[in-house]
């Protein structure tokens, strides 16, 4: 299994698309990259604590090799917004990954390279060190399953799963 560290917007819309990827294990909403010890969802929103919202995805590369887990990443979020997703702004928001050794940093790296042949424009994606990941409150675990109905789920969280849909329809789980 391995284990990456991603930030591209709001956790939740992250978290819907990842939840639908075969070979995908386990999604983990939190917070990464900034100062503070344990921080609360309120505390990062305030842009004081230098958190990204993030997701830890766990994953099996002989089900899903690890470029799909970043070219899905590349497709679900903007890369070329800095300190934010569409209306969703602040640093939180920051698109980021966050690798735990050489070898993620260079797959990471080589990510970031693809990607920029896909995107017009200089992309901003944050390429860091991982820190200290702390979960985000059980709320906001699998919060799109919990609340299919909500206006946000609907409005940004449906188009980026149903864009890795259309773009990785191999690696989607049957309904």
């Not at 900034?34 to 305030?46: F, I, K, L």
């Not at 994953?59 to 070219?71: G, S, Y």
């Not at 939180?92 to 050794?101: E, G």
């Amino acid at each position: 299994m391995e284990t990456y560290v991603l930030a591209g917007g709001c956790f939740w819309c992250l978290d819907a698309v990842y939840r639908t990827l075969k070979g995908v294990t386990e999604v983990v909403s939190g917070y990464t990259g900034g100062t503070a010890v344990s921080p609360s969802y309120e505390e990062v929103c305030t842009g004081k604590t230098g958190h990204a919202e993030a997701v830890a995805v766990t994953f099996d590369p002989a089900v899903i090799p690890a470029d799909v887990i970043l070219d899905a990443f590349f497709t679900l979020h903007d890369p070329r917004q800095l300190n934010r997703q569409g209306n969703d702004l602040g640093t939180q928001y920051r698109s980021a990954m966050y690798f735990a050794d050489n070898k993620q940093r260079e797959v990471f790296e080589a990510a970031l390279e693809r990607a920029k042949g896909h995107w017009d424009g200089e992309l901003v994606t944050e390429l860091e060190p991982l820190g200290e990941f702390y979960p985000a409150e059980e709320y906001h675990q699998n919060f799109f399953a919990k609340n299919p109905g909500q206006g946000y789920c609907l409005a940004v969280a449906v188009p980026k799963v149903n864009k890795v849909r259309k773009g990785f329809a191999e690696y989607i789980l049957a309904s």
